[in-house]
């Protein structure tokens, strides 16, 4: 079956510009976990989307940073006012229903180059 | 997350077993262990998880020893497609699937 899609794949963006990232859960994953990664550092967590509950936003670096999951479904992540400390590859996994918050399911991921 | 110490690189030979190390002494009783790997310009992708007992699924294999302090991941037949890097985790019981990757294992298969 399709695996979680992010698109775009790569964007260049000038500083000060602001971004939007898509992500395309597995169809009937409930939960949706942006992270980031930075070259050559692990992952950092952004924000995670539970069914309806209300989104855990404790890990965006600021307020800047801003994800909405609309239908349960789709998730965008928007980054306004880009910086280029956001350069970075940003990652999206959904997980399905009934098992583990740890056995995630990621997308390719969105490189982010603000230059 | 449990601290996990995993070597920072190793060789395998294609058509070998890989087996990959990870020593977790201070994990508790009700935290699983995870693998997961990530290779060049991909997303991290889930291989297994396992608590106490061993664990084999279509990917690899999950030994994990009787007093659970260290695991070791077995790739039976490694290719030239399983380069990547190894992440050994320990999710804490209550960190809600906030995964937090360590340096891994880089792992290279050669011809």
């Known amino acids: 079956g399709a695996g979680v899609s992010q698109s775009p794949s790569n964007k260049v963006t000038e500083k000060g510009k602001d971004v939007e990232l898509r992500c395309d859960p597995i169809?009937?994953?409930?939960?949706l976990y942006w992270y980031r990664q930075s070259l050559g550092q692990g992952l950092e967590f952004l924000i995670y989307f539970q069914g309806n509950s209300a989104p855990d936003k404790s890990g965006l670096p600021s307020d800047r940073f801003s994800a909405e999951r609309t239908g349960g479904s789709v998730s965008t992540l928007t980054i306004q006012r880009t910086q280029q400390e956001d350069s970075a590859v940003y990652l999206c996994?959904?997980?399905?229903?009934?098992?583990?918050?740890?056995?995630?399911?990621f997308g390719p991921g969105t490189r982010l180059t603000v230059l | 997350d449990a601290k996990t110490t995993q070597p920072t690189s190793m060789d395998c030979a294609e058509g070998r077993a890989a087996n990959l190390p990870c020593n977790h002494s201070t994990i508790s009783g009700n935290e699983y262990v995870y693998w997961y790997r990530q290779i060049h310009s991909q997303g991290p992708q889930y291989i297994i998880h396992?608590?106490?007992n061993n664990e084999t699924n279509e990917m690899a294999s999950l030994i994990i020893t009787e007093d659970r302090k260290s695991s070791t991941l077995i790739l039976p037949h490694a290719t030239l497609r399983d380069t990547a890097v190894y992440y050994c985790?320990?999710?804490?019981?209550?960190?809600?699937?906030?995964?937090?990757f360590g340096a891994g294992t880089q792992v290279v298969v050669t011809p």
């Open positions: 169809s009937g994953h409930t939960a």
């Open positions: 396992g608590l106490k």
């Open positions: 985790i320990v999710p804490l019981a209550d960190s809600w699937g906030k995964l937090q």
């Open positions: 996994a959904s997980i399905p229903d009934r098992v583990s918050a740890d056995t995630q399911y």
